[in-house]
């Protein structure tokens, strides 16, 4: 495993992706990036050494921006990590839940509250990210105003906790891919291990169900399988898939050897262990 002396993540301090790298790397120094791709950028220049990545939320879905930029970010997947996110509405001092008029966050943080805003018949005002959401707040200056974002926020910002776990769900899970320069080597027998890739299929009938039939004949579970546009255009199919095991391990080789038959481009993101989480 290598020394994680800085991470990247996207959003201005007190964002969720900062308190992800903070709870695996407390001693490292966090880079705040304005964008993903600048985030990636970092970790490509040495300016860090890893990326913390959402890449999908147990109540919002897909965070659409990652999925589609990973592939091409030149990085490779060493990890994962689950927070479980406990929503706060945050709001400037002394502030009463009927003074509030908009609820300020990002578009995700928005979805994963959605219910309990409509509720109490708020204005939803999206952000690039929750944290400068609360920033915001705290420039505003108005009682008028709130954000949804974290407890970390809420003490960088000097603002109140008008309501904790403010998610319409108690299951509100974000899941982060840990990206860096070079990927991990494990021994193909190694167990609990998770490999990732992005696949083309090749543009004949059945190709899909023919590429995953390798998986079932040899065992291979897959956890996650999604498509999205390729950038080529709407008639490129390219998906992304996550399934259990070293590529090297016998079930796993066999199942990916009767899978290039049927595509047109094969990239393998990442192997790397499974975390604890998924026991749950």
Do not use: W
């Amino acid at each position: 495993m290598i020394k994680i002396n800085k991470f990247a993540f996207q959003g201005i301090n007190g964002a969720y992706s900062e308190l992800a790298g903070k709870n695996i790397y407390s001693e490292a120094k966090s880079l705040a990036c304005s964008t993903f791709e600048e985030m990636f950028q970092k970790v490509r220049d040495g300016n860090a050494d890893v990326a913390m990545v959402p890449i999908e939320n147990s109540q919002a879905g897909r965070v659409a921006d990652t999925q589609r930029l990973i592939p091409e970010s030149e990085l490779k997947i060493i990890g994962e990590y689950f927070l479980e996110v406990k929503h706060n509405l945050l709001v400037i001092p002394g502030t009463k839940l009927i003074d509030i008029k908009r609820i300020h966050s990002h578009e995700q943080g928005i979805a994963q509250c959605r219910n309990k805003i409509i509720n109490l018949n708020k204005e939803m005002i999206v952000a690039t990210d929750t944290a400068g959401a609360a920033k915001k707040i705290e420039e505003l200056n108005s009682k008028e105003d709130a954000a949804i974002a974290s407890e970390l926020s809420s003490k960088i910002y000097n603002l109140e906790i008008l309501e904790e776990n403010f998610q319409d769900s108690k299951n509100n899970v974000t899941r982060f891919l840990i990206m860096a320069e070079k990927m991990q080597n494990f021994n193909s027998d190694e167990t609990n291990l998770i490999t990732t890739l992005v696949f083309v299929v090749r543009s004949i009938p059945a190709s899909l169900y023919k590429c995953l039939g390798g998986f079932a004949s040899n065992g291979v579970n897959i956890t996650k399988l999604e498509s999205y546009v390729h950038p080529q255009g709407f008639d490129v199919a390219q998906f992304y898939i996550d399934f259990e095991g070293h590529p090297e391990n016998e079930s796993v080789k066999l199942a990916l050897e009767e899978m290039k038959f049927f595509c047109k481009q094969m990239n393998i993101l990442g192997v790397y262990k499974k975390s604890f989480f998924r026991k749950k």
